[in-house]
């Protein structure tokens, strides 16, 4: 089992900067996929960005690149999201999860998920 818990939500102004924050815990392995989604009220849950574990391997969706950095600290068991230029569109609960299937972008593989932060973007 492993056990993801985000932090770092708030409330920012339109331009502003956030990092969350993913910790995990439990029987981590290198094989690890991590994956930050977001769910706006009355909106599918959907794909933001995804890592690989062992190697920090990245991957986001066109939205986000240049504006969001994902990171991992595997001495803290943690992976960070950087979000930097905020939009009021990026305004959501924001998740992370974790898989041992192929990286991917679709929230059914992932099998690990931490309960949320509130990410709103005010403009």
């Known amino acids: 089992q492993v056990q993801l818990v985000e932090s770092g939500g708030g409330l920012v102004q339109a331009g502003g900067s956030l990092r969350l924050s993913c910790a995990g815990s439990?029987?981590?392995?290198?094989?690890?996929?991590l994956g930050w989604f977001r769910q706006a009220p009355g909106k599918e849950r959907e794909f933001v960005a995804t890592?690989?574990?062992?190697?920090?391997?990245?991957y986001y969706r066109d939205s986000v690149k240049g504006r969001f950095t994902l990171s991992i600290d595997n001495a803290k068991n943690t992976a960070y999201l950087q979000m930097n230029s905020l939009k009021p569109e990026d305004t959501a609960v924001y998740y992370c999860?974790?898989?041992?299937?192929?990286?991917?972008?679709?929230?059914?593989?992932?099998?690990?998920w931490g309960q949320g932060t509130q990410v709103t973007v005010s403009s």
């Open positions: 999860a974790g898989t041992y299937s192929t990286r991917t972008t679709r929230p059914e593989a992932y099998t690990y």
């Open positions: 439990g029987r981590i392995f290198s094989s690890l996929v």
């Open positions: 890592i690989t574990w062992s190697r920090g391997i990245t």
